[in-house]
């Protein structure tokens, strides 16, 4: 089941950041790094309650702004509230209630999602409250008064946020058919070869970077065999702002990731592989999906015999985290290797659903053992008991041991690369939990 996803919207300097910055903080929440998305992270796993979902932080909203930064925003967050299950809506309760913030709220009510009226800044609850009292007048339901900076009040407000999760995603559940997510930065070919798969030009596709209107879910049936293929639309129109661009292309990323089983991250071979694109790796590979790399435009390229083999090593290097991905030449406009997609797509699903007898992973695991010692430290060495597989999609083991300190990352690494020796799991991340026994 994919996990619900929030949006925090608001107008610009109503505090969404800290509030964002205080709910992805440790304290509260669980978060993973991406790699490369550290820098400017507008997404956070976050958990409260036994229930885990992706917050999404978007630009400050002004509804009838001219200017080009702010009306982009504006797009920005349109495109998080189509997204999301759930809406925070932040005020200010220093600013009080301002035009903006009902135009926001016409703009949310239209969107027929749940939200949740948040009104930041309330540093004492006591002083405050009639002030916070002025938000009925929006009409969008109870005002949950906080502060970010404090912390005060995050507790209900989480609560409220949580209790519409329970009907999130409930349809998707039922559907057996596998999902492939078409990631990538705009003007890569996203659409060009979902519209070669489907044979019609089912989604609108121009040489303007960003044209496509929508994230659209295509049902493809190939030798007899049914896919949903979902592609992350890029932004409404040409801007001149290209970080801006990039920076929010990953809202679509994120939330396409989350509903996937499969990544496909398409490159653009004449521009080569770029630390945006790794940045957009990273999203699938930390969320565990399955992953092919699909570089697009081969046709394009002049070619000798050591041309796949320089761009493979090129990729491999900026995407050295995930080195179990796959990698395929294409050409969206000629349909080259459409076919070898399909062949790659379903190894991978495969691979990702794959679950392996304990008894037979512990035969690898003593192998894996009598061949490199376990590390040891100031005389002790790790234990190794024994490995289970517990879940997939991706594939999750648990290995107990006698101390979690003695079980060097690199250690896990060896047995990774074991198990993949003996198994392939291509296309995959494999996820490795360590737990601690006593000696019995």
């Known amino acids: ?54 917050l999404i932080d978007t630009g400050g ?33 220093k600013q009080g ?3 903006a913030d009902f135009k926001v709220a016409d703009m949310l009510r239209k ?24 938000f009925y007048n929006l009409g969008i339901g109870d005002p949950h008064p906080i502060s970010g900076l404090s912390k005060l009040g995050l507790g209900d407000m989480l609560d409220e946020v949580v209790s519409y999760f329970d009907q999130s995603n409930m349809e998707e559940e039922e559907d057996e058919r596998p999902r492939v997510a078409i990631i990538g930065k705009p003007n890569v070919g996203k659409s060009s070869i979902i519209n070669k798969i489907v044979g019609e030009d089912r989604v609108i596709v121009s040489d303007i970077a960003g044209t496509t209107r929508d994230a659209i879910d295509t049902s493809v049936t190939y030798n007899d065999k049914e896919y949903v ?32 089983d499969v990544a496909v991250l398409m490159i653009d071979a004449e521009e080569g592989v770029t630390e945006q694109d790794a940045k957009i790796a990273g999203i699938a590979h930390d969320k565990g999906k399955g992953i092919i790399i699909a570089v697009n435009k081969w046709d394009a390229i002049e070619k000798d015999d050591k041309t796949i083999y320089k761009y493979s090593n090129k990729v491999r290097e900026i995407l050295s985290f995930m080195p179990y991905a796959e990698i395929l ?34 035969e690898i695991l003593a192998e894996a053992v009598a061949m490199q010692q376990p590390p040891s430290d100031k005389g002790k060495r790790l234990k190794i008991f024994y490995m289970t597989q517990v ?8 290995i107990f041991v006698n101390d ?37």
């Open 391 to 398: 879940s997939v999609k991706p594939p999750t083991f648990v």
């Open 61 to 93: 909203i002004e509804p009838d702004t001219k200017n080009l930064m702010l009306k982009h925003m504006r797009e920005q967050a349109e495109i998080a509230i189509t997204t999301a299950d759930v809406i925070m809506f932040v005020v200010d309760v």
């Open 1 to 54: 089941m994919s996990k619900p996803i929030v949006a925090i919207v608001g107008r610009p300097n109503v505090g969404k950041s800290t509030m964002f910055n205080m709910l992805a903080g440790e304290q509260i929440s669980i978060v993973k790094d991406t790699p490369g998305v550290t820098r400017d992270r507008i997404y956070a796993e976050v958990e409260w309650l036994n229930w885990q979902f992706t």
């Open 111 to 134: 969107s027929h999602k749940p939200v949740v009226l948040v009104v930041n800044k309330v540093d004492s609850f006591e002083k405050l409250m009639p002030d916070v009292y002025e």
């Open 329 to 362: 030449f294409i050409s969206a406009k000629t349909g080259q290797r459409i076919p070898k997609l399909f062949d790659t797509l379903d190894v991978v699903i495969e691979n990702h659903a794959l679950r392996v007898a304990t008894g037979v992973l512990n």
């Open 97 to 99: 209630l301002v035009d």
């Open 404 to 440: 979690k300190k003695l079980m060097h990352f690199s250690y896990t690494r060896y047995i990774e690369n074991k198990v993949r020796e003996a198994f392939g799991f291509a296309g995959t991340p494999l996820k490795f939990i360590i737990r601690e026994r006593k000696d019995k």
């Open 229 to 260: 293929f979902i592609d992350t639309a890029g932004l409404r129109r040409k801007s001149r702002i290209k970080e801006e661009i990039e920076r929010y292309s990953i809202i679509r990323t994120v939330t396409a990731v989350e509903r996937c």
